[in-house]
């Protein structure tokens, strides 16, 4: 017997979630299948759909004009805009009051921990009283012992790159940790719990001693930036009580992996999974797959019967009608390379490259490197095709970074594509599936 | 094999020339370079370790794992003391994104710190020896069961264990069965059905023999129920407190009693099946990490977890459909063990009870109970072990159940103890839908 259901999703990033969820719209049982934690945990937790075009154009005022003009092989391209329009619709009916920015088809400015900006469509509700086009000044307070945001430095670019408001930053020592690596969970279970600390003036609660630590250096701003390590489960309420006690709006910048905005973000996709009746499987790879041996159907692509999932040596099979292939890019090991090849590892899917391994790369790092478009090519039905531009399976669908022609990196669009092909794939795979 | 000595361009002409070079000095048993070496630092695994989150003096599984593994090639680096506060939950194991083996990286430092550092008459030696070898203590104590259940629950009893050995005193010992598992399987005949084709043998672990021998026999009743043959062979503690404990030489030769007796079963045509998720993964997992005994390969590779051995030989969901519980049980609240979520088994309680009639079962979550085995046993971790298990027992409270559902024995004791609930074993809910309880086939 295998474990069986009518749509299998492996990946469980952005894009296998949302495909998950779109296919759970459907009548059918929908599966997902993770192996080890997505990159969600690396990830700031913006949605962005576009920054910047393939020319590197921008940063664009409105993603959507410049949709049109992308590419032919660009995953929006495949899909198509009122695709992405749809995807975006659904993640705001999942996201709720945790994101904002569904007021407008402008890209918003999100300050980041370098003291970049970053055009993005939806930004998580925690980052909303930064934005940059906000004329308020802006006091950025950052840790000693969290050197990945360097507030003064960030204040001072900020400054430089023309935002319309005075930037200052100062750096504290974050009060009641006595570690200088502590986790950036156990400052974010600190805040949430406004567990009980020592400082120099006495035993008092965590949101006190940073609102006092803080409020020595506040001077006209009205509205005050930490890095992003303000509660998880909580973080509305821990934002709301240093508000109210410094008297200013309180906002986080997104930082580098780990990322509690990330975090949180993967938290809200996995209980609305739960709510769906989505079935989760984490901890297990998808190793192998077989397709259907009946002989029927000679011709045209095969279909896939099962894929074996390993857990720890034992052979697990899991049988859907429908799959969807979510597995992640080069850091989500959704595609990975040898010296000699570049692969996609569980059903060996076309990716285009060039055989000689020194045409990959370019030597200026942040040029227009190849390998960031790695991945596979896929029809206008998301199905990944072979080096003949026929589709590798009936039932495969891919979403996500998995998919090449696009520099997510470059263009500021991976969670965009995740979303939009992920909705997509999983709408579609829902349909067929419950046929 | 060290990286050097493996050439990674396979098939590449001028393979045959190449030459090793020895980098570091001494040849390990193990070699955890390669694992030290694919770290890339994203500290996925510290943002899942239930300990840092709560416990200032633990540095996190990233230090713990590659960066204390690469410190120690400096002559001069002892094993950080701060290894004994990591609680072998093994979440970071599924946490990380580039298959960094944490959990065997922090195996091998806790014994060597245990081995080299720990002083061998300390009062922690001791008693940690005693906690990890409670597969050797549980006889005794079964042998008078009632004796040893009233002096065990004795305040007198509790005060000496945690003044002495430091075992907290806040925890009530579990209660010692007035009748073992094995004993009961002895009693009854063993066997009571044959069957060349459907053939298992049980590795019931310390905790199903001694302590809740009704886990057993439901495992028992619901497979011959399914028409197997069960096999109970002899077994010695799988090791997981051993592992906590890093006393990897008694683990040792637990681990070689049970690979040569579990291999015989093998050999006999049974798959390997546990009923406690520690077990399931200490076969799996650690074996394999730890120790090359012949057939620790085949013994992991051939051993599954009871309910999901049954997912997929059966018709597990077919069988279920339309069958019910009476009022013996309430609806739950299922906390998956870690040692579940690691083999993939997080949502498959939740999924299995689905098709039962008169069962509700919540899931509270994915935090950790917090009690890791002998880990919240100890009074020094007691306080960080309940404030790990708050989430747990905030979901509990907040699920509309009045009992506990888990595969783990010491969750189970975690799970009671933070709420006062009653907790029962998914097996037993089995056996209930399929066989009807114990006072009904009497």
């Keep these: ?435 | 094999m060290s990286d050097a000595e493996q050439p990674t361009d396979d098939g590449v002409p001028g393979d045959d020339e190449f030459e090793p070079i020895q980098v570091f000095p001494e040849a390990e048993d193990m070699d955890l370079r390669p694992g030290a070496d694919d770290c890339y630092k994203c500290s996925t695994c510290d943002t899942n370790c239930p300990v840092a989150e709560v416990d200032d003096e633990f540095p996190g599984p990233k230090f713990q794992g590659p960066e204390q593994w690469r410190l120690k090639r400096q002559d001069d680096r002892d094993i950080d003391d701060s290894v004994m506060k990591c609680s072998n939950c093994m979440r970071c194991d599924s946490a990380c994104p580039s298959d960094v083996p944490l959990s065997q990286m922090h195996n091998t430092a806790r014994g060597e710190y245990v081995e080299e550092q720990m002083e061998k008459f300390s009062r922690e030696y001791v008693r940690n020896r005693i906690l990890a070898n409670y597969r050797r203590l549980a006889p005794l104590g079964s042998m008078f069961p009632r004796t040893t259940n009233f002096v065990m629950g004795l305040s007198a009893t509790q005060w000496l264990g945690e003044k002495v050995l430091g075992i907290t005193g806040e925890r009530e010992f579990p209660e010692f069965a007035t009748e073992t598992f094995r004993e009961w399987w002895t009693a009854r005949g063993g066997a009571q059905v044959r069957n060349e084709d459907k053939r298992i043998a049980y590795f019931h672990g310390c905790y199903s023999n001694y302590n809740t021998p009704e886990v057993g026999k439901a495992l028992v009743r619901v497979y011959e129920h399914l028409g197997y043959e069960i096999m109970v062979p002899d077994q010695h503690c799988s090791g997981t407190p051993m592992f906590a404990n890093g006393m990897l030489e008694d683990a040792r030769r637990s681990a070689e009693t049970n690979v040569r007796e579990l291999g015989a079963a093998i050999a006999d045509g049974a798959d390997i099946v546990a009923s406690c998720s520690s077990c399931s993964m200490s076969l799996r997992q650690e074996y394999p990490e730890l120790f090359d005994f012949e057939g620790t390969e085949e013994v992991a590779a051939n051993t599954w977890d009871a309910v999901e051995y049954l997912r997929v030989h059966e018709d597990l969901e077919g069988e279920l459909e339309g069958t019910s519980v009476g009022d013996e049980f309430e609806n739950f609240a299922y906390h998956a063990p870690c040692h579940a979520r690691n083999q993939g088994l997080d949502g498959q309680t939740m999924e299995v009870l689905a098709p039962i009639d008169g069962v509700e079962a919540r899931d509270v979550g994915d935090s950790c109970s917090g009690i890791s085995g002998t880990y919240g046993w100890k009074a020094e971790n007691y306080e960080t072990s309940m404030k790990i298990g708050d989430e747990m027992f905030d979901h509990m409270e907040d699920a509309d159940a009045e009992t506990g559902l888990t595969e783990c024995p010491t969750c189970s004791m975690q799970m009671e103890h933070g709420t006062g609930y009653e907790i029962t074993h998914t097996l037993e809910v089995l056996e209930a839908a399929l066989v009807g309880t114990e006072a009904d086939s009497q």
């Design chain 1, 1 to 435: 017997m295998a474990i069986e259901d009518d749509v299998l999703v492996i990946g469980g990033g952005l894009a296998g979630a949302t495909a998950a969820l779109a296919a759970a719209e459907e009548d059918v049982r929908v599966r997902l299948v993770s192996y080890k934690q997505s990159t969600l945990r690396h990830a700031s937790g913006l949605i962005d759909i576009l920054g910047y075009t393939p020319a590197g154009e921008g940063p664009l005022v409105d993603p959507f004009d410049a949709l049109e003009g992308l590419p032919e092989g660009h995953p929006y391209e495949r899909v198509g805009t009122e695709a992405v329009r749809e995807a975006l619709e659904f993640f705001d009916d999942i996201a709720g009051d945790a994101y904002d920015g569904a007021h407008t088809d402008a890209n918003a400015l999100v300050p980041t921990h370098g003291g970049t900006v970053k055009p993005t469509a939806r930004y998580p509700a925690s980052t909303a009283a930064g934005l940059a086009s906000d004329d308020r000044d802006t006091l950025l307070v950052g840790f000693e012992t969290l050197p990945d945001f360097e507030a003064p430095l960030a204040a001072a670019h900020l400054e430089a790159a023309g935002a319309p408001f005075a930037a200052r930053g100062v750096t504290v020592r974050f009060p009641g940790l006595v570690r200088d690596d502590a986790k950036v969970t156990r400052y974010a279970h600190l805040l949430d719990h406004d567990e009980a600390v020592t400082t120099a003036a006495g035993e008092t609660t965590a949101r006190d001693a940073l609102a006092e630590t803080v409020r020595g250096h506040l001077e006209d701003e009205t509205r005050v930036g930490f890095p992003a390590i303000l509660g998880d489960d909580h973080a509305a309420e821990v934002r709301a009580d240093l508000g109210e006690r410094l008297a200013v709006d309180v906002f986080e910048v997104p930082m580098g992996p780990p990322s509690l905005p990330g975090m949180r973000l993967e938290d809200l996709l996995y209980d609305a999974l739960e709510d769906a009746g989505v079935r989760v499987t984490t901890g297990v790879p998808v190793v192998d797959y077989e397709t259907e041996s009946d002989g029927t159907d000679a011709t045209g692509p095969d279909r896939i019967d099962r894929v074996i999932v390993d857990r720890h040596g034992a052979e697990v099979p899991h049988r859907a009608d429908q799959y969807v292939l979510a597995t992640g890019g080069l850091v989500g090991k959704g595609v990975d390379s040898e010296r000699e090849r570049v692969f996609e590892p569980i059903f060996d899917c076309h990716v285009p490259h060039a055989a000689d391994r020194y045409e990959w790369f370019v030597d200026d790092v942040f040029g227009d490197q190849p390998y960031a478009r790695f991945g596979l090519p896929v029809d206008r039905d998301l199905r990944p095709l072979d080096a003949g531009d026929e589709p590798e399976f009936r039932n495969l669908r891919a979403a996500g970074a998995v998919l090449g022609g696009y520099d997510f990196a470059a263009e500021k669009s991976g969670s965009g594509v995740s979303l939009a092909t992920g909705y997509a794939a999983g709408q579609r795979a829902g349909r067929e599936g419950g046929e």
